[in-house]
């Protein structure tokens, strides 16, 4: 039984982080699914669900209006989401002298709600969504719009590049990589999952959900079992800033995991589809999900077997310097991987922690911003 824990938990680690996204690379260069791209300009309207955004929500206004699309096409809609601030007073102001503005006020009741109350409202072909402290490059909405070009496209996300705050965050890192393997899933069957900051949907697939699941990761699987799919286009910009520092990060992802794990949990997630996309799915996601899990067998089994010497031994030195080297980037200290060490530890305890919170309490419906992101 240890000798199983062993070799399944390193092997599903190796393959999720390793082996798979090297296989989607290489698949996705033999036999990729082409996407049907053209300039297309569709009505689109811009969904900004915002909650006591009045630092950031004019600027964010002003870069929607200033991108290189047409004007009679393009709709900026701003959700506010029971904000108590200056966030609503901002909007009416530039909606009065801005008729491609408008403003929707709302209680207090998290942010897919407001996104759903938002397009129930709005009849543009194309949905686009974006956060308060987002910004996008001028041609951001013409490169994300040209996919729909295809039919059998339904929802499209781009790239997000993060801005490095001052700290020691290396969020920045984990995104390259997340990229790089977003974009041989999307020459597949489809991406697994999508990101906040720059997305959109075909008006006609949009469909209301568990308002404690967010759009970034249910509206590709559920997409996908409808037989729609779900690409990504790089040269669709926004930028963000990045967490300060890696713990401020870790309660971010502790917040997104147990949403993964409610994602999981319902069922909803695995429920037929492509083949090849159920198989990116558990590849990618329900193994990340399991990470904290499987690296805490791993080490478990290590430390019963190492007596047996060979691999067991091997296995167990070299878990014992990685956790040594996430020691010395909690420390700060000077030495080469330290920090992308520590910061790796983090996002990978925060998996278990998403599952406590998620069977503990369950998922909140609304939540706060993550600090140094604004």
Known sequence: MLRAVFWVAGGALAWTHVGYPLAAAALARRRPRPVRKEDVTPDVTV???????????????ENLLELDYPRERLEVLIASDGST???????????AQEPRVRLLSGERRGKVQSQDAAV??????IVAFSDANTRWAPEALRAL????ADPDVAYVCGQVRLEQADGNSREGVYWRYELWLRESESKLAGVTAGNGAIYAVRRADY?????????DLGFPYVLAQRGRRSVYEPDALAFEKASRDSEDEFGRRVRMHAQGWLHLLSGRMLRPADPLFVAQLVSHRVLRYLSGLLHVGLLG?????????????TALAAQLAWLGLAAAGRLRLPLPGAAIAYYYLLVTAATVAGLARCLRGGVPVVWGKAAGTR
Do not use: K
């Open 145 to 148: 719009v040209r996919s729909f």
């Open 85 to 95: 601030d200056g966030t609503e007073a901002l909007v009416e102001g530039i909606a």
């Open 207 to 215: 469909s209301e959900s568990d308002p404690r699941m967010g759009h």
């Open 120 to 125: 129930a409202e709005i009849g543009s072909e």
């Open 301 to 313: 089994s290590s430390l019963a077997l190492a007596g047996r010497g060979g691999v067991y031994r």
């Open 47 to 61: 969904v900004v669900a915002a909650h006591d955004e009045e630092d950031v929500i004019g600027g964010r206004v």
